[in-house]
């Protein structure tokens, strides 16, 4: 699965396991990570997407901005 955030498009990988809880995060490699529970349907991620469409911009700036700091090199 696909999601195009501010003309980029990212992958969404979907982790389903034996949890209670859904969790969304943005890794390293750019790449949205949803942990859910076996039941959760695909309309229902697609909507945490929607809803949690600035906290995932928000996030993936965290992570931009911490890969170019790592590039830099400071005296």
Known sequence: ????????????????????????????DLKIYITTNYFVSNKYINDLIKNNYLSIIKMINKIKKHQSIRDEIYY
């Open 1 to 28: 699965m696909n999601v195009k955030i501010d003309g980029e498009i990212y992958e969404v990988v979907i982790e389903k396991k034996n949890n209670k809880n859904t969790y969304l995060r943005v890794k390293k």
